[in-house]
């Protein structure tokens, strides 16, 4: 009994840190459209065009994709060839969760950390800036953005982990959370 309450806190542990996680940077979405818009105004209508502007919206994009990966896995919205998948019983999709997850999702994951180490850490090495002179000079930190999904993808690859194992072991969890709708 102690262990299916500690294993059930985990996920609930982690699944809250994912959820708080994504909503937070979702409110980048409202600051991309912004600027795009105030780009595309400032382009068309007055002429001008700012570099640092245009950065800043794949600066923007970067960390919403690469952060909010880890949501999308939560609530079960990556995209996926469900020809049988639907059809299974929910021990059985436990399993096929518990095997894709162990066997492809953290596999990619750590090789993608593992292959994306040195051109970080180049980076950080030179304190790399833009190309360009009015450019973000930041271009370090959206580099470091690519561990950061590393890291956030391995955690929530944790928790379903540990929800495949509470199912197949028949351990209650609550699983309401999951499917509240993504963003």
């Not at 096929?96 to 180490?117: A, D, E, K, M, R």
Request: glycine share 4%; charged share 15%.
């Amino acid at each position: 009994m102690a262990f299916s309450n500690t294993l059930l806190k985990t996920i609930h542990a982690i699944d809250q840190f994912t959820e708080h996680t994504g909503r937070t940077i979702s409110w980048l979405n409202i600051a991309m459209v912004v600027l795009t818009c105030l780009t595309v105004i400032m382009r068309y209508v007055f002429n001008h065009s700012s570099i640092i502007a245009q950065e800043s919206i794949m600066y923007l994009h970067a960390s919403i994709f690469l952060i909010a990966s880890a949501y999308t896995l939560k609530h079960d919205e990556h995209v996926r060839v469900d020809i049988f998948y639907h059809r299974l019983s929910p021990k059985a999709k436990a399993t096929v969760n518990l095997l894709g997850t162990i066997l492809l999702l953290i596999p990619v994951i750590g090789f993608i950390g593992w292959s994306s180490w040195p051109y970080i850490e180049s980076s950080w090495r030179i304190y790399e800036t833009s190309q360009e002179a009015a450019g973000v000079p930041l271009v370090y930190l959206l580099k470091s953005l690519i561990l950061a999904m590393v890291a956030v993808m391995l955690l929530q690859a944790l928790a379903e982990i540990l929800r495949s194992i509470t199912i197949l072991t028949g351990i209650e969890v609550e699983h309401s959370a999951k499917h509240e709708g993504a963003l």
